[in-house]
């Protein structure tokens, strides 16, 4: 066994923070101070070989200790920190190569208002694979414990189990395509929230060209998974494309999908039909339509129908001046629902939430506890600190949190909800929408776009909302070297929810001048909500960062944001965040300190905190 001289680093870290809140005549101060001391060793070694055992080791080894305070009291902790990470490949050469993986992390997580949480991940498992490019395989296995452990005494620790096995293959049928089969199982364990689950899950694919020069393919794909646990959860869904290129500017395509869901006593099937092209006629003008119609069965006995078509034309013509973009489409749909009056529900429902603007759910009558919200790989939000529920002539909305959110203004999130269906009804959506748009060559692209939606639902019901819609947007914007402007108009007379908005933006980037690199923002917005839902809302936001390399070993950074929102419904908040951070690098030494300060000033209160954190390592 060779092994080669560890190499590594030896260092501490200060982390101190001070938090103060002021809401309705009461105070609350927090207070903590965490110090970590850390030696981590890094090597790589073989048994015999590397092409038979190849080893990689990386282990930090270290301790930590805090001391808090929360209003009257206060208190102190140790702690001890283990971290590795171990991997060892076996026969990677060979045709079946073997890796197996130990890991251990051990994180401090800051929070605010009560002491800080110890979080710890062990992970272990390993991957087996076939190199074989006719028929490759590898199976999969991981399991990972998460315990998370305040420091307050006598606070019960969180743990939290999960495990995987996988399995997938591919082989090549030769000219009748090639197909793809994946198992997983998986389980997870909760002690806090009692809940315990297993989920297996098979996916089938299968592609095939149905020529030599691939101008037509088959797409055939089949998943089932199955969740037994506090929830039941059941899922099959099966779906085939057909996609024809006829010619060089003419391809269509023909899709067809079936799924049946099952959550705890509900049961859904739905099946799907679309049937599509898309031509192109010479570079300028391009043309899709699509034809669709699906069917929604419920256990309850409620059927939903849906038939419709889209039509869209966009053009694109280089001129004198730079570049003119015109498009128009056009979308009609239907919906029949039958049945009686029913709890129904809708899973992963796409939506791109704001901060200045609430954005509406798609189904009315929501029962609000049973609203979930995720980001697209499935990690979940947190009402209040990340979003906000609004109900708004009996529809519901979302909108970002103001302050210290996980979502990021215009990210994608899935919703998950259920609501009450009401009985027989029709509802038929017209939706177009027009837009021209023209960049000039000195950098300036004004822009104009209508859209108009009309719904009839038949017959009308009491608390029902009819979502008619027309919007009509006018903007701009100049490009002025670094410096970006725009304006934009917007006037909405959304039956829910009308309004008008106006939005000034500003952007300026300095490349590396001197060493400095810097980034201004600021922009104000002014919405104007009609009835029945009148308010004002008048929004500002300024933001700056500036990162300046003194030498090759000292970077500087500095940040700020301001951002203050005047509600006529809410009254006025604000907030301030202002950062400064330092690294340095002297031969085998590195220091780092950063220190941060938040203000906010809500309806309901009064909220800062000041942070710092130093820390020194010295390499070997």
């Given amino acids: 066994m060779k092994v080669k001289k ?96 130990a890991s251990r992390s051990d994180q401090v997580v800051p929070r605010r208002f009560t002491s800080s949480l110890h979080v710890s991940r062990t992970r272990h498992g390993f991957t087996l694979r076939k190199a074989d490019r006719r028929t490759p395989m590898r199976l999969t296995f991981d399991r990972e414990q998460v315990v998370e452990q305040a420091a307050t005494e006598g606070a019960e620790s969180s743990t939290a189990e999960r495990s995987s096995l996988a399995y997938d293959v591919a082989t090549s049928l030769g000219r009748a395509g090639r197909v793809s089969l994946g198992y997983i199982h998986s389980e997870t364990r909760a002690n806090l929230l009692e809940d315990s ?101 419920y256990s309850t006995g409620r059927t939903t129908g849906r038939r419709g078509g889209a039509l869209s034309v966009n053009y694109q013509k280089l001129n004198s001046l730079g570049t003119l973009f015109l498009g128009c489409s056009a979308d009609y749909d239907i919906r029949d629902d039958k049945g009686t009056a029913s709890t129904l529900f809708v899973v992963d429902e796409s939506h791109h939430l704001s901060s200045l603007q609430e954005t509406f759910l798609v189904e009315q009558n929501i029962i609000q506890n049973t609203i979930s919200v995720t980001d697209p790989s499935g990690s979940p939000h947190d009402e209040i600190t990340d979003y906000i529920v609004i109900e708004i002539a009996g529809r519901t909305t979302l909108r970002i949190a103001p302050f210290g959110s996980g979502i990021n203004e215009g990210d994608e999130v899935r919703v998950s909800y259920q609501y009450t269906s ?116 008048r929004v500002y936001n300024m933001r700056a960062t500036i990162k300046q390399t003194v030498t090759k070993t000292l970077n500087l950074t500095y940040a700020a944001g301001y951002r203050k929102e005047e509600s006529s419904d ?18 085998t030494f590195r220091f780092a300190a950063n220190v941060e300060h938040s203000r906010g000033n809500y309806s309901s209160g009064k909220v800062q905190r000041t942070s710092l954190t130093v820390g020194l390592e010295r390499r070997f």
């Fill in 570 to 587: 809410a009254g006025p908040t604000s907030s301030i965040v202002g950062r400064a951070g330092l690294t340095w690098a002297f031969r």
């Fill in 422 to 537: 009401p009985g027989n009804q029709r509802q038929a959506t017209n939706t177009y929408t027009c837009y021209i748009r023209h960049a000039f060559s000195f950098g300036l692209t004004p822009y104009i776009r209508h859209t108009r939606r009309d719904v009839t639902i038949t017959p009308s019901l009491p608390g029902v909302v009819e979502s008619d819609e027309r919007t009509t947007t006018i903007g701009a914007k100049q490009r002025l070297g670094r410096l970006t402007l725009s304006a934009e108009r917007r006037d909405s007379d959304l039956a829910t929810s009308p309004y008008r908005s106006t939005r000034y933006t500003a952007a300026y980037y300095a490349g590396r001048r001197r060493g400095v690199r810097l980034n201004l923002s600021a922009d104000y917005s002014d919405y104007e909500y009609f009835p029945p839902n009148r308010r004002e809302t």
């Fill in 197 to 297: 689950s297993a989920k297996d899950e098979i996916q089938i694919r299968h592609n095939v060209s149905l020529d030599d020069e691939r101008r037509g393919r088959l797409t055939s794909s089949l998943r089932y998974s199955d969740r037994r646990g506090n929830t039941s959860l059941s899922d099959l869904d099966l779906g085939t494309q057909l996609k024809l290129q006829h010619t060089d500017n003419l391809s269509t395509t023909y899709d067809f999908s079936y799924k049946d869901r099952q959550r705890d006593q509900l049961a859904q099937q739905l099946w799907n039909a679309r049937v599509g092209f898309t031509h192109k006629l010479y570079r300028s003008l391009k043309t899709t339509g699509r034809i669709r119609t699906s069917q929604d069965r």
């Fill in 6 to 101: 560890p190499s590594g680093s030896i260092g501490a870290t200060y982390q101190t923070a001070r938090e103060k809140s002021q809401s309705a005549g009461n105070e609350l101060e927090a207070a903590s101070t965490v110090v970590s001391e850390f030696l981590d060793l890094k090597t790589t070694g073989a048994i015999l070989h590397p092409n038979f055992v190849e080893l990689a080791a990386d282990c930090r080894i270290g301790a930590s200790q805090e001391k808090y305070k929360e209003g009257d009291t206060s208190g102190s902790s140790r702690g001890s920190l283990m971290e590795y990470d171990l991997t060892a490949d076996i026969l990677k050469e060979k045709r079946f190569p073997l890796r197996l993986h």
